[in-house]
């Protein structure tokens, strides 16, 4: 089946039956999440995989008592940077020009770019900067699962704190973003499985613009280009 059929069979399962997902079709999600883009490829977020069911009880309280979170097979828990600093993104630069077999200072200047730019925005910019990173891992999860014949179900209808202060996440310079958990539908009870899928028509949901569509003026800030980093 292509992408695109397999995006028309998921939906968000409602109720899920509580069978257990392969290892090697949660691996599979997993590494097509791991391999998602990310800003400036930092991956500034993880993947928490919870199976405990004591545990999974405790955060159905967190998420408005949501029955997928303890009938699901595997619950994703998406966390994301609480802020940039510079010793993380050198962290991050450091490893990626050692898998390249590159010097560490061949980032710099790009680093000093990205510190110079989010610094001033402040943590609260940051940590959002973040979260929106984790979502784009978080689609490519939800796609490769559709491919994998596994329901998913996104759930941002959570307690952020409290999830937080659960997962012991305070101190470790994550938060939690957004909630997965894969398994497989109970067809027989769930009200939105032979509902037709309904999305924005595509007419008014792409829209082709031209210069002749563009403001005429818009002034911008004069900024360093980042065509101006290379690596050596």
Not at 39 to 45: E, T, V
Request: net charge negative.
């Amino acid at each position: 089946m292509s992408l695109l059929d397999d995006l028309q069979w998921r939906y968000a399962t409602k109720k899920m039956n509580g069978a257990k997902v392969p290892q090697e079709k949660l691996d599979y999600i997993l590494e097509a999440a791991r391999l998602a883009p990310s800003s400036s490829g930092l991956q500034q977020y993880k993947i928490i995989v919870i199976t405990d069911k004591a545990l999974l009880e405790k955060i159905k309280g967190i998420a408005y008592n949501q029955s997928q979170i303890t009938d699901c097979s595997h619950l994703l828990v998406f966390v994301a940077w609480d802020g940039y600093s510079e010793e993380r993104v050198s962290q991050v630069f450091n490893h990626m020009m050692d898998e390249r077999s590159l010097p560490h200072n061949t980032m710099d200047g790009y680093k000093e770019i990205i510190l110079n730019l989010y610094g001033p925005l402040g943590r609260e910019w940051q940590a959002h900067h973040a979260s929106k990173q984790s979502y784009i891992s978080f689609a490519m999860a939800i796609a490769a699962a559709a491919e994998q014949k596994v329901d998913a179900t996104p759930i941002e209808g959570f307690l952020p704190d409290k999830m937080d202060e659960l997962l012991q996440l305070k101190g470790t310079g994550y938060k939690s973003t957004v909630l997965l958990p894969l398994g497989y539908r109970e067809a027989e009870n769930d009200w939105l499985v032979n509902m037709k899928k309904v999305r924005t028509p595509k007419e008014a949901f792409v829209t082709e613009m031209t210069i002749t569509d563009a403001a005429d003026m818009v002034d911008l800030p004069v900024t360093q280009s980042l065509d101006s980093f290379t690596q050596k």
